[in-house]
């Protein structure tokens, strides 16, 4: 199965002093047989990110360093005749890869939104869930987190 994994990477001086930090999230495919091995596979591949440079005219030394997974999504098809993938499934044109979830207060946020001004969103990941409203993916991701 195909999967959408959000990596996590920040910059971090190596001097200690610092008052933001420079995020990405990394959205990569990752195949793997199921979602365990998908999250196996997304850390896996997100620790090989990690690496220093010298950031700036200050030449200070930092280091990107992998924070984790944010999300993993199972990536698919948006043929809406497509109900059960078949194995050999790969993403093409129009395959949904990933997606966010979000929340807005008003229309005009949304408008806002869409016209890419900056607005106050929530993501819909980022609020506490209603009970039984986790999806089995997440489930399992959080199960095998606190297994360690």
Not at 16 to 28: A, L, P, R
Not at 53 to 75: D, N, Q
Not at 83 to 102: G, N, R, S, V
Not at 108 to 129: H, S
Request: hydrophobic share 35%.
């Amino acid at each position: 199965m195909w999967y959408a994994a959000h990596l996590i990477e920040y910059l971090k001086f190596e001097d200690g002093k610092q008052d933001s930090f420079e995020v990405y999230e990394n959205i990569v495919l990752i195949d793997a047989p199921d979602n365990q091995a998908a999250f196996n596979a997304a850390e896996k591949l997100g620790k090989t990110y990690e690496h220093s440079t010298i950031v700036g005219p200050e030449r200070r030394p930092a280091r990107w360093t992998f924070a984790g997974v944010r999300s993993l999504t199972e990536c698919q098809d948006s043929d809406p005749e497509t109900l059960a993938q078949p194995p050999d499934f790969k993403p093409k044109h129009a395959t949904e890869i990933t997606y966010l979830a979000l929340v807005v207060d008003s229309e005009e946020a949304l408008q806002k939104l869409i016209n890419g001004e900056e607005v106050v969103i929530t993501r819909e990941d980022d609020r506490p869930p209603a009970p039984g409203e986790l999806s089995e993916i997440r489930t399992e991701l959080v199960e095998s987190k606190t297994a360690r």
